[in-house]
């Protein structure tokens, strides 16, 4: 079959309007672009550079073609957004979803700008994903999709450029095909390009546990605050992948009840607290926790019922929303997801006094160990789990510590505290460069 005749898509993926030229009201750009308005009175002097925070620095739409296995060929859409580069290289990571648009990846880098400078990584923030459910991809195509859309991203990643990570979706094989397929076509093994790698391949221990590791440690910081007991309190959990399974197992061993958890396929309950390592088992096994024989299953909508001290979201963005918001019953939301909160809910969880620490401090624990790997990869000196352990809850005690003065002495929220942190910190960098030419 020579080219010409190929179809432009096939198997699973029929042809499907850019997202880009898809009508997108709000959209989670539109979502960040109200948290910088509401940041921008306690900037100062910053607040004239605050434009630099609207426009992403540079968005990349890539076509990324493959040859499936039933021998027809298949386009998906590609994205890599570099939000702010002023206080470093770009990161972030990738995903792979079906309802990836621009919209939301350039929303994902710039909260990634705004993590790394909270957590005060040399990082700017950038992000990046393809339009894609990959769970329709036999291994195979799942590599040649990955290598090619690095590949065409080629252009603008590198060690001291942008470097991807993990993210929904992707995982560990997914940064080695393209930690592999940028160093091939440069030339030379380039370990930093990525991280979130296997350990054999320049990763870093504790990075796979690093996110809900950081959950788990601000959460404990939080509770402090509102005087609740980790020991006894009960947790629910939205998700129970990397992050949220992470999460729920050290809320465990802390002897917190995870009373229960919603994934992609439903929702389980158990008030006397789910048997958390016997789960992880069940998803490893089933790719769900439906099905879990210790605890009765529950609607999808009634996940947002259940009585619990700490809610945390930990799938996908736009989850606690206007219409669920006045529904839940906790004393503290921690954003594992990105962006799960909309600006409508965040005022209900205001009003309700429901404390909401956000995704830009809450899951800045996989950054912080990404850096660590980063580091260790340019010095090729490799650091004991302890040695990132500790550093890494020191980084997040530390930071969580700073946005909380700084919500008191404003009387702001949490997440506009970050904002105001890491803002100003992204500001300074961008006034001390000044602008070229
Ligand atoms: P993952 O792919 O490991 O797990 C995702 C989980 O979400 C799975 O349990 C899946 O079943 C569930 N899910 C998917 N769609 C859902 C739906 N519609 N309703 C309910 N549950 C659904 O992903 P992850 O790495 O754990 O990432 C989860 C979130 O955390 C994302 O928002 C991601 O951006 C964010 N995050 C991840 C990292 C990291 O290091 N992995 C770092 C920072 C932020």
Redesign the pocket.
Known sequence: MNSASHPTSGGNFPARIPSYLQSDNLGPWGIYLQQVDRVAPYLGHLASWIETLKHPKRALIVDVPIHLDNGTIAHFEGYRVQHNTSRGPGKG?V?FHQDVTLSEVMA?AAWMSIKNAAVNVPYGGAKGGIRVDPKLLSKGELERMTRRYTSEIGIIIGPTKDIP?????TNEQIMAWMMDTYSMNEGSTATGVVT?KPIDLGGSLGRRE??GRGVFTVGVEAAKHIGLDIDTCRVAI???????GIAAKLFAQAGSRVVAV????GAIYNGGGLDVPSLLNHVMVHG?VVGFPKAEPIEREAFWDVECDILIP????QQLTQANANRIRARMVIE???GPTTPEADDIFQERNILVVP?VIA?AG??TVSYFEWVQDFSSFFWSEDEINSRLVRIMQDAFSAIWQVAKEHQVTLRTATFIVACKRILHARELRGLYP
Not at 165 to 169: E, H, L, M, S
């Open positions: 990571g995903r994902l990570a993990p993210d929904v979706n979130g690093a996110t939205q998700g129970f992948g990397n992050v949220g919603q994934d992609h396929a769900t930990a799938a996908l963005d594992g997801a990105n995704d899951n996989g950054v």
